[in-house]
């Protein structure tokens, strides 16, 4: 069972208040909120078991390394992948997509190839790709996606040719709430010889990601989404290009051999980890995947489904509401425009009745003008979503009416 009041007991900060009332959080696309496990265990390391990793030769430092490693584990194991050797720890999914752009796209892509994305795109998948386009000569591509928001396969198909080397898309819209087919777009991906990238960093949160059923080459997701904490994100690529990948950055801990004159590189993932890691931040965030495997995605997607349906049906009720990206089966995150009111004005009543929602083009403005929009207020729902949260926000929706 799906007991919504205990999961919202383990989110301290869900018994807060803004402005004298109880706080609604509905901007989880943003950043997730924290469990008490993954809280305490932050202090817990700082405090008992703290030291640098793959260093030191005492029992800390060797205690460290081994829950730093396990970390790396726990992300296979959620992901699915063959390796752990196939994990690469990140500050976040952003920089993942820049790693991956800056050493596979720029030794692999040439004048004459092509790099395909959908509308969709966070600007953290399209603008590396802008630069690696500059960098190398490639030509930059992207696909339609329908008016309501859904992907459009017959756009995608036709865009599909043997230029293409690499595609790169969402696997969930952080606007539109728009789940890609994923494991079709890989399947037709590679028949032409192009790889794909994921970025995972909604999809992650509200579904099961295999990476091995997908048949995906890359894919990327950022911690603090997943309930976990910031500074920390996670590269997946196949064994075989992350082996064929040159070092991201240079520094401490990803060499080989160095001298004066030359230097060889570690073997993944160590390659790509210079310097001292994020070593809390990984370990904790194997505390945030165990609290959200324990809830399992089945018991999760079906909460969200419900939630979906629930503010559906009053948002029909509300005159002048407009909801952007309508796709079938969409996840929970939700753009809306009310009455032409500016999302900024509409924002700032919201909050003054305690309930958290996120305003402008949400690092997606190419996206958000093609929907015919220069800024889009959105909500969006975590696990520990509830009923009442969605009723708070249109109660406060309709005192948003007395001002305009």
């Not at 310097?275 to 018991?299: C, D, M, R």
């Not at 207020?377 to 009723?391: K, P, Q, W």
């Amino acid at each position: 069972m799906y007991d919504i009041n205990k999961i919202r007991n383990d989110f301290p900060i869900l018994k807060t208040t803004q402005n004298g009332k109880s706080f609604v959080y509905l901007d989880t696309a943003a950043t997730a909120q924290k469990p008490k496990c993954v809280i305490n265990k932050i202090g817990e390391i700082y405090s008992s078991c703290y030291a640098n990793v793959h260093r030191g030769d005492y029992a800390m430092a060797e205690d460290v390394t081994a829950a730093y490693e396990q970390a790396r584990d726990t992300v296979r194991e959620f992901l699915n992948a063959n390796s752990s050797h196939e994990i690469v720890f990140t500050r976040n999914a952003t920089e993942a997509i820049n790693l991956v752009a800056a050493t596979w796209g720029q030794e692999n892509l040439k004048a004459g190839d092509e790099i395909l994305l959908s509308e969709a795109e966070h600007h953290a998948n399209l603008i590396p790709w802008q630069i690696t386009a500059q960098k190398t000569g490639a030509e930059l591509k992207i696909f339609k996606i329908n008016d309501d928001g859904s992907y459009n396969a017959e756009e995608f198909e036709k865009a599909l040719s043997s230029k293409v080397k690499l595609v790169s898309v969402t696997a969930m819209s952080n606007v539109l709430g728009t789940i890609f087919p994923i494991k079709k777009m890989a399947t037709a991906a590679h028949a032409v010889g192009a790889k794909i990238l994921v970025d995972a960093c909604q999809s992650a949160v509200h579904q099961k990601t295999d990476v091995q059923d997908l048949n995906c080459d890359f894919l990327a997701f950022s911690g603090h989404k997943l309930y976990g904490p910031t500074g920390i994100g996670v590269l997946y690529a196949k064994s075989e290009i992350l082996n064929s990948m040159p070092p991201y950055q240079t520094g401490g801990d990803m060499v080989d051999k160095v001298t004066y004159l030359h230097t060889t590189y570690a073997k993944p993932p160590a390659r790509f980890e210079a310097g001292t890691p994020a070593i809390v931040e990984a370990i904790t965030l194997q505390e945030a995947i165990k609290y959200v495997s324990k809830l399992s995605f089945k018991n999760i997607m079906a909460h969200e489904k419900e939630l979906l349906a629930y503010f559906d049906e009053q948002a029909k009720q509300i005159k002048g509401l407009k909801i952007i990206g309508t796709a079938p089966n969409k996840g929970g995150v939700i753009c809306f425009d009310f009455k032409g009111i500016h999302p900024q004005d509409l924002s700032f009543i919201l909050a003054h009745e305690g309930v958290a929602i996120r305003i402008g083009h949400h690092c997606a403005e190419p996206l958000v003008e093609r929907m015919g929009y220069a800024s889009l207020a959105r909500v969006s729902f975590g696990l520990y979503t509830s009923e009442s949260d969605i009723d708070a926000f249109f109660e406060a929706l309709h005192k948003v009416e007395h001002f305009f």
